[in-house]
Antibody, heavy 122, light 107 residues
Framework: EVQLVQSGAEVKKPGESLRISCKGS????????IGWVRQMPGKGLELMGV????????KYSPPFQGQVTISADKSISTAYVQWSSLKASDTAMYYC???????????????WGQGTLVIVSS | SYELAQPPSVSVSQGQTASITCSGD??????VCWYQQKPGQSPVLIIY???KRPSGIPERFSGSNTGNTATLTISGTQSMDEADYYC??????????FGGGTKLTVL
């Protein structure tokens, strides 16, 4: 059974750093892209970026380039997103999801993690 | 940048058919998928490749995509279908765009 298990909720202060994680199991972790999706309170889904754990190739959506760092440790089947200096506007639920990538462009996220709530408040 | 537009809300009477649209420039040239998200839960894939249903998704969910508009249709809508629905299209292998989401209310 494919599972993506995310790390627990975090409460941080502005300016602090943070790394949250997403551990995959039940499939070959290095063979599928993993995406990170932000959902701000009461708002919609936003794709932050994707990473291919096999070679750590990473692509960022333009609004998130330079704002976060996505990484992966294939030895422990875990993907990460990290912030070096959090802002209050980073308060959101963050999801990881497995990307099915089809040659002819029919991509989709088939499995999602349970989400990690990040609250940034002074 | 590429944008997908969805109506913020759609209402439907129980047992009737609900249609949720997703509009984008030449969207019919791309593949669209749809996710359902209930309050406090992670999104769930309900349609991929415009009209295919993953295992376990009821047949009352169907999709189409032509021209500039993709449509998610829910036939015989049930109260359990009340949720937020998001479309998604991919500009490249790794660049995906979500629609703004539609809140479906079942009356």
């Amino acid at each position: 059974e494919v599972q993506l298990v995310q790390s627990g909720a975090e409460v941080k202060k502005p300016g602090e750093s943070l790394r949250i994680s997403c551990k995959g199991s039940g499939y070959i972790f290095t063979n599928s892209w993993i995406g990170w999706v932000r959902q701000m309170p009461g708002k919609g889904l936003e794709l932050m970026g994707v990473i291919y754990p096999g070679d750590s190739d990473t692509k960022y959506s333009p609004p998130f380039q330079g704002q976060v760092t996505i990484s992966a440790d294939k030895s422990i089947s875990t993907a990460y997103v990290q912030w070096s200096s959090l802002k209050a506007s980073d308060t959101a639920m963050y999801y990881c999801a497995r990307l099915v990538s089809i040659d002819y462009g029919a991509n989709y996220f088939d499995y999602w993690g349970q989400g990690t709530l990040v609250i940034v408040s002074s | 940048s590429y944008e997908l537009a969805q109506p913020p809300s759609v209402s439907v009477s129980q047992g009737q058919t609900a249609s949720i649209t997703c509009s984008g420039d030449k969207l019919g040239d791309r593949y669209v998928c749809w996710y359902q998200q209930k309050p406090g839960q992670s999104p769930v894939l309900i349609i991929y490749e415009d009209k295919k249903r993953p295992s376990g998704i009821p047949e009352r969910f169907s999709g189409s995509n032509t021209g500039n508009t993709a449509t998610l249709t829910i036939s015989g809508t049930q109260s359990m279908d009340e949720a937020d629905y998001y479309c998604q299209a991919w500009l490249s292998t790794t660049a995906g765009v979500f629609g703004g989401g539609t809140k479906l209310t079942v009356l």
